[in-house]
């Protein structure tokens, strides 16, 4: 069955449906990967009600009323975290008018917050979530400053109530980048995060002293002083952009000092630390996909540099930097499984260990009762190219798998007339 039959049978199967969208789910017959205590099932069983997942296991009953979708010869995963994407603030890559990821301004720095500016309507998020993205983080993206500022964790299933965790992280760019914006040297970039914990540091502690005007003037804002208090606490993971070995060694020692919890962004030379970051639990954001001395910064890239900090224990999770297409994240990952990385782990590092990293694990990134119900049923292995996702749910609500990209298709389709002979009619084929 080809996708265009997939889709028809998917949108028939939803009109034959109640005229309200049934709230019940029970998707039978698929080998279930829960990564969760339970592990594989064979020819499991996932109930979905009210949004969340209510059961697991095999030769589960079904409830009564409950709408069927037969997985039987399929995989059964969560769904797609995006741990670092621009979905609603990055349209069209070459205007300026549609993109909002970035403040070129130093007027403020961590208290930017890209969360007011996305645009739920965005075309890439229906081409995404058909795709299985079910959840992603919406970062800032360049800027004018080192503290670019801080980002929220969406669901793609629409409009309502989409911003699920908002602050979720700061992040920040060190390396080759950061040392641009902090005047041409790599260590003034981290001499600028210093200062800036410093006096949030200090701001925290003498905050009445500070509104009275009793305490020395600090390098921040007040609303980015207050925008570094939970980073502080530990209660805001702080996401920092750096590639080389010994810019990762310094933000770990720096992170450390100030009890941060740090995750590292990028990451070309992470596995060249890979037991510095595993002793100290800092979990690593990277393109597996990566293996080109593309900056001096990254001359250690290699396509074995995630199967070597998963063995080393260190949390690691993928992303692409291309929110336009977030969903090429399953290739990357089975790339990175062609290179070492047990293929289980690489299903976790497109789904749970997102969810780790932003503390969300307890709603999201495993299949068990009392889950967020964000599913994915796929065609065939979800690593490899030629598998599909064959059904979406995103908290319990089956998505369409349409975009405005299949939407064209469908429109113009039948307008497409065969190709032309390749040789014109009087010139005699061979």
């Known amino acids: ?47 979905i009600k009210d949004g969340k997942i209510t059961a697991v296991g095999a030769d589960l009953p079904v409830p009564a009323g409950a709408k069927v979708i037969d997985a039987t010869g399929k995989l059964v995963t969560p769904g797609i975290f995006d741990p670092q994407s621009q979905f609603g603030v990055d349209e069209v890559d070459q205007v300026e008018e549609t993109q909002d990821e970035a403040l070129n301004s130093t007027r403020y ?25 079910t959840r992603a983080m919406v970062a800032p993206a360049g800027g004018s400053s080192v503290l670019q500022g801080r980002g929220a964790v969406i669901a793609l299933d629409g409009l309502d109530g989409f911003v699920l965790k908002d602050p979720a992280a700061l992040f920040v760019t060190l390396g080759e980048a950061g040392k641009k914006l902090a005047g041409g040297a790599r260590d003034g970039s981290l001499l600028v995060l210093r200062e ?3 006096d949030a540091k200090d701001f925290g502690a003498n905050r009445a002293a500070w509104e009275k005007a009793a305490r020395r003037p600090y390098a921040l804002s007040r ?6 208090q939970p980073a502080l606490r530990g209660e805001m993971p702080v996401v920092v952009q ?20 740090l995750v590292i962004s990028g990451g070309a030379e992470a596995w ?46 993928f992303e692409t930097g291309d929110s336009h297409k977030s969903w090429n994240v399953k290739q990357y990952a089975g790339n990175a499984v062609a290179y070492g990385l047990p293929w289980l782990e690489g299903i976790k590092a497109i789904t749970l260990n997102p969810a780790r990293i932003y503390g969300m694990d307890k709603s999201v990134g495993t299949l068990e009762a009392g889950k967020d119900a964000d599913v994915v049923v796929w065609s065939g292995d979800p690593l490899e190219v030629t ?18 990209q299949t939407e064209l298709r469908d429109r113009y ?16 084929s061979h």
């Open 242 to 261: 750096a590639d080389r070995a010994s810019d990762i060694r310094a933000v770990l020692k720096l992170a450390a000092e100030f009890k941060l919890k």
């Open 1 to 47: 069955m080809n996708r265009l039959s997939i889709y028809i049978g998917m949108i028939l199967a939803a009109l034959a449906a109640a005229p309200v969208q049934a709230d019940t789910y029970a998707i039978t017959g698929g080998t279930v990967y829960t990564l969760g205590a339970a592990g594989k099932i064979n020819h499991g069983t996932v109930i």
């Open 272 to 317: 060249m630390v890979a037991d510095d970051l595993a002793r100290a639990k800092v979990p690593v954001i990277l393109n597996p996909m990566r293996d080109l001395p593309e900056a001096f910064e990254s001359l250690g890239a290699t396509l074995t540099g995630a199967a070597k900090l998963q063995k080393a224990g260190v949390l690691v999770a």
């Open 223 to 228: 609303l980015d002083l207050e925008a570094l």
């Open 387 to 404: 598998s599909f996702a064959d059904a979406v749910f995103i908290r319990g609500q089956a998505v369409p798998l349409t975009s405005r």
């Open 196 to 198: 800036a914990l410093q």
């Open 109 to 133: 720095s961590t208290a930017f917050d890209p969360v007011d500016g996305i645009n739920p309507r965005s075309v890439l998020i229906p081409v995404n979530r058909m795709e299985g993205v």
């Open 413 to 428: 389709l039948p307008y497409v007339k065969p190709n032309p002979p390749a040789l014109p009619p009087a010139y005699p």
